[in-house]
C-alpha cells in the first residue's frame, strides 16, 4: 500500500460548478498536511495547509478525519485558473523533512 | 515564503556525462531538500542536503550517482554523475519553513528538467 493515495483523475469540471477529493494516509501518526498546486511543467506550489480538522481559504476547503485517515480538498465555484494536478503531502512526523507526496489529482475545469 | 532559484533550467545531455544543479535561497534555511519527479509521477526524495555535513540519501540513492554539497546555508548543489536516460526527470530542490504555528511547510524550486540521449 502506497503511503499516500489519491484518485488521479482527471475530474473534469464546469466552469462554477464544486469539486472534491479525497487523500488518504497510511501513518497514523502523521503530524501535518498540505494541499500542492502543481501546473504542468512547474514546481508544486503550496495551496493550504491542513489544521486539526480542516481550514478555508476562499474557495478552497480542506478537511482532515484522523479516524479515517483521510484529508479532502473542496474547490467551490471553479475557475479554468483551477486546472491543474493537486499533491496531497503528509509529514509523518517521524523525521524533519521527510514528507511524502501523493501522485496527484488532475482537475480539469472546462468552459 | 523563501525565494528559490535553480539553475539550468533545462538541459539535454548525452549519456555517460555529469550535470551539476545549483539551487540558491535568498534567506538562510537550515533544511534544503533534493527530489526527482519522473514523468507522471509524483515526487520521490533523493536526499537531504546538510549544511556542513554529509548528505542524507533515501532509499535507492548513492553519493557516488548523486554527490551534493551544502557550502553554506543558503546554496546547494546536485550532480547527477554518469547519465543515463533513466535520469531524465525534473530535479527539485527545495526548502522548509516553519510558519506561524509551527506548519514545516515546504517550498520548492523551479525545477531543472534533464534530459538525457
Known amino acids: 500500500r502506497k503511503e499516500v493515495e489519491q484518485d488521479p483523475g482527471p475530474f473534469n469540471v464546469p466552469e462554477g460548478a464544486t469539486v472534491a477529493f479525497n487523500c488518504t494516509y497510511s501513518n497514523s501518526a502523521s503530524q501535518s498536511f498540505f494541499w500542492y498546486r502543481q501546473d504542468c511543467r512547474k514546481e508544486p506550489k503550496l495551496l493550504m495547509s491542513v489544521y486539526s480538522s480542516g481550514n478555508e481559504d476562499g474557495r478552497f476547503t480542506a478537511q482532515l478525519n484522523r479516524a479515517s485517515q483521510y484529508i479532502s480538498l473542496l474547490i467551490r465555484d471553479s475557475k479554468l485558473s483551477d486546472s491543474a494536478t493537486y499533491l496531497c503531502?503528509?509529514?509523518?512526523?517521524?523525521?524533519?523533512?521527510?514528507?511524502?507526496f501523493g501522485a496527484g489529482t488532475q482537475v480539469v475545469v472546462t468552459p | 515564503s523563501a525565494v528559490i532559484s535553480q539553475k539550468p533550467s533545462r538541459d539535454i545531455c548525452q549519456r555517460g556525462t555529469s550535470l551539476t544543479i545549483q539551487c540558491q535561497v535568498d534567506s538562510q534555511v537550515t533544511m534544503m531538500f533534493w527530489y526527482r519527479q519522473q514523468p507522471g509521477q509524483s515526487l520521490t526524495l533523493i536526499a537531504t542536503?546538510?549544511?556542513?555535513?554529509?548528505?542524507?540519501?533515501e532509499s535507492g540513492f548513492v553519493i557516488d550517482k548523486f554527490p551534493i554539497s551544502r557550502p553554506n546555508l543558503t546554496f546547494s548543489t546536485l550532480t547527477v554523475s554518469n547519465m543515463s536516460p533513466e535520469d531524465s526527470s525534473i530535479y527539485l530542490c527545495s526548502v522548509e519553513h516553519r510558519d506561524r504555528v509551527s506548519y514545516n511547510e515546504q517550498f520548492f524550486g523551479p525545477g531543472t528538467r534533464l534530459t538525457v540521449l
Open positions: 503531502v503528509v509529514n509523518p512526523g517521524d523525521s524533519w523533512g521527510k514528507f511524502q
Open positions: 542536503a546538510n549544511q556542513g555535513s554529509e548528505a542524507t540519501y
